[in-house]
């Protein structure tokens, strides 16, 4: 295995020195930084001292459980798939409610170190206030493991509540990490790559609605201004054709640029739904682009993921598979198609294009429509985590954009294209999308965006 990063020693040190005193440590580092191969490392050491004798680690999903399967056999040159003779066992949160009262045992039985990746699917300090994982962590592993390693690259919750084995200042409520390592550092020390975010606006968007079979026209300066006084939806936006193949072009001009001087670099385009991942990859494909679709009900998708990540294809087109954990270092380019407008699901998508393969590989490129709280998401990543975003009772999600807070380096881009008149319809549910929308008939609309489409270029750190 290769020597740990600097971070890395840092974190083992800090675990090490507070398990003197306490049972419990929380790392947050930002996705891509190495958090498994530390994890790893600090198991290592406590075998070492003979202070444990086995190891369970819990991950969201069963990418990052084989992820890990990994690394810990490497770092520890044992067997790490839980049959006989194993040091340990790996499996998914979903899991822990399947386990028989025989696993459960061996925690009372032997000394434990308890890891979780992506502590913040666990909600809960108590049962009233604890998901289904939350609570088996309460239950079954927070005072009988002998120690617990809890990390995370996004520590915080959509839905406000604790994160299980986390603490939080009283009474400000903000959550108190053992080790933190953010995106500048990471950055700055070469871990990750320096996100390049490319917001795409339109500052002449024109609406017509046939209202009584009368036109009437609207022109709206921008995007947000759009989806806020008219009824024209994001998922609108995100679905239409003209619209995905402007991001898609984006996106690919950038990573043929990168591939001139990075021949392995690859391209993801994260989608809303099944439907809509097959509407980019066929948008793809008339460019004469290769690429793969890769679903939650793709057969093989777990080997397909793997195929893309030791290949040299350019593109792969996700649902709900390569957003969180999912390691796959030659991906620098990413178009942001998503509806899902959290800012947890947001860094962690932008998490899966920042690890650096050692090439010279410094710049990631996220391409994204200017959605008002993808603006402000985009704006904020240059602030590295606020603290505020880990606080509990956190109230309002989005904050107005402060001027001051933008990065120093912008730049304006215009991109020529001819006039567009399309109709934009709901979006309906289909059998196979993995988010289901209400059926709606058909709103009467066109957009014509004639003056072309702006794109501003967030450069940070």
């Known amino acids: 295995m290769t020597d740990l990063r600097i971070w890395q020693q840092a974190s083992v040190a800090a675990a090490l020195?507070?398990?003197?005193?306490?049972?419990?440590?929380?790392?947050?580092?930002?996705?891509?930084?190495?958090?498994?191969?530390?994890?790893?490392?600090?198991?290592?050491?406590?075998?070492?001292?003979?202070?444990?004798?086995?190891?369970?680690?819990?991950?969201?999903?069963?990418?990052?459980?084989?992820?890990?399967?990994?690394?810990?056999?490497?770092?520890?040159?044992?067997?790490?798939?839980?049959?006989?003779?194993?040091?340990?066992?790996?499996?998914?949160?979903?899991?822990?409610?399947?386990?028989?009262?025989?696993?459960?045992?061996?925690?009372?039985?032997?000394?434990?170190?308890?890891?979780?990746?992506?502590?913040?699917?666990?909600?809960?300090?108590?049962?009233?206030?604890?998901n289904a994982w939350g609570q088996v962590i309460l239950q079954r592993l927070q005072d009988q493991a002998?120690?617990?390693?809890?990390?995370?690259?996004?520590?915080?919750?959509?839905?406000?509540?604790?994160?299980?084995?986390?603490?939080?200042?009283?009474?400000e409520g903000r959550l108190v990490c053992d080790f933190r390592y953010g995106l500048k550092e990471a950055v700055a020390d070469e871990v990750c790559r320096a996100p390049r975010i490319v917001v795409i606006d339109n500052s002449a968007v024109k609406l017509t609605e046939l209202v009584d079979?009368?036109?009437?026209?609207?022109?709206?300066?921008?995007?947000?201004?759009?989806?806020?006084?008219?009824?024209?939806?994001?998922?609108?936006?995100?679905?239409?054709?003209?619209m995905i193949e402007k991001i898609i072009d984006l996106g690919r001009g950038r990573l043929d640029e990168v591939r001139q001087t990075i021949p392995g670099a690859g391209g993801l385009?994260?989608?809303?739904?099944?439907?809509?991942?097959?509407?980019?990859?066929?948008?793809?494909?008339?460019?004469?682009?290769?690429?793969?679709?890769?679903?939650?009900?793709?057969?093989?998708?777990?080997?397909?993921?793997?195929?893309?990540?030791?290949?040299?294809?350019?593109?792969?087109?996700?649902?709900?598979?390569?957003?969180?954990?999912?390691?796959?270092?030659?991906?620098q380019v990413c178009c942001y198609l998503s509806r899902i407008r959290t800012e947890l699901h947001y860094r962690q998508v932008l998490g899966r294009i920042l690890r650096r393969t050692?090439?010279?590989?410094?710049?990631?490129?996220l391409y994204v429509l200017a959605e008002p709280s993808l603006l402000q998401f985009s704006q904020r990543v240059a602030e590295d985590l606020p603290d505020d975003l880990a606080v509990l009772d956190y109230i309002q999600l989005l904050r107005a954009a402060d001027g001051s807070s933008l990065p120093?380096?912008?730049?304006?881009?215009?991109?020529?294209?001819?006039?567009?008149?399309?109709?934009?319809?709901?979006?309906?549910?289909?059998?196979?999308?993995?988010?289901e929308g209400e059926l709606e008939e058909e709103v009467v609309f066109r957009l014509d965006v004639s003056s072309g489409f702006r794109t501003e270029i967030l450069s940070v750190f």
């Open 17 to 130: 020195e507070r398990y003197r005193f306490s049972p419990h440590f929380f790392c947050q580092a930002t996705p891509g930084a190495g958090k498994s191969r530390m994890a790893a490392e600090v198991a290592k050491r406590l075998l070492q001292a003979d202070l444990i004798d086995l190891i369970i680690c819990f991950a969201p999903s069963c990418q990052v459980v084989g992820g890990l399967e990994e690394t810990f056999t490497k770092v520890l040159g044992r067997p790490f798939d839980g049959r006989l003779g194993s040091v340990g066992v790996a499996s998914t949160y979903q899991a822990m409610d399947h386990r028989s009262p025989s696993f459960w045992q061996l925690v009372e039985d032997y000394r434990v170190l308890a890891v979780f990746d992506e502590i913040h699917h666990c909600a809960g300090h108590d049962p009233l206030l604890s």
């Open 146 to 171: 002998t120690f617990t390693l809890a990390l995370s690259g996004t520590p915080w919750r959509s839905d406000e509540r604790a994160i299980a084995l986390a603490r939080y200042s009283d009474p």
């Open 213 to 242: 079979d009368a036109p009437i026209v609207t022109v709206y300066p921008s995007i947000a201004q759009l989806l806020n006084e008219s009824p024209v939806t994001f998922e609108d936006l995100l679905t239409h054709h003209d």
């Open 269 to 331: 385009a994260v989608a809303t739904n099944i439907r809509h991942a097959n509407q980019i990859a066929a948008v793809l494909r008339s460019r004469g682009e290769d690429c793969l679709v890769v679903t939650t009900r793709t057969p093989g998708a777990q080997q397909i993921i793997n195929d893309f990540r030791n290949g040299m294809g350019k593109w792969i087109v996700a649902v709900g598979m390569i957003s969180e954990g999912t390691d796959i270092p030659r991906l």
């Open 358 to 365: 050692g090439e010279n590989d410094h710049q990631a490129w």
């Open 408 to 435: 120093q380096e912008q730049k304006d881009i215009q991109a020529s294209i001819g006039s567009l008149d399309f109709q934009v319809g709901r979006a309906s549910a289909l059998a196979d999308d993995i988010f």
